[in-house]
């Protein structure tokens, strides 16, 4: 859990479970709302950065955690699949890519977002991924 902490996307409902789990040792730090249209469906979001004690030790992990609504977290996984799919299949070296899907701003205008994701070709996969925050500043008025 130290490190990289938990991994990928989770749901509410998930973030409040792993905060009522590990009381006094998992704290978030920081957090940005924001929101989207993903096809007909708006989309709302949090990106929370936080931060795992370890005896007497903090450390921020490595990765922030991106908390969807439960009812919404199913459509976005199926939403970057195929394109999680295609990077896998050319996964650079290193452990951390990023690949874009397209959605729509709330006023309307095309937009993407960017998909992170930590990568361990040789030690167990996915070790994780985010919505990147480079989209959050004009996805996030009305969220």
Known sequence: MFNPGF????????????LETYPGRVE?????AFAFYLGSERVE?????YRIRQGEVWE???????LLRDDQFEAIQAAIAPWLSQFLLEAP??????????????D?????????????????G?????????HFDPLQPGA
Do not use: H, M
């Open 60 to 66: 921020s992990a490595a990765w922030p955690k991106v």
């Open 28 to 32: 978030g730090t920081q957090e940005q």
């Open 93 to 106: 070296p290193g452990r951390r890519f990023a690949f874009d899907v397209p959605i729509e701003a709330l």
């Open 108 to 124: 309307g205008r095309p937009a993407e977002l960017r998909v992170e994701v930590a990568w361990d070709p040789q030690g167990g």
């Open 7 to 18: 991994s990928g996307g989770t749901t509410e409902s998930a973030w409040r479970r792993i």
């Open 126 to 134: 996915i070790l994780g991924w985010w919505l990147s925050e480079r």
């Open 45 to 49: 979001a949090r990106l929370v950065r």
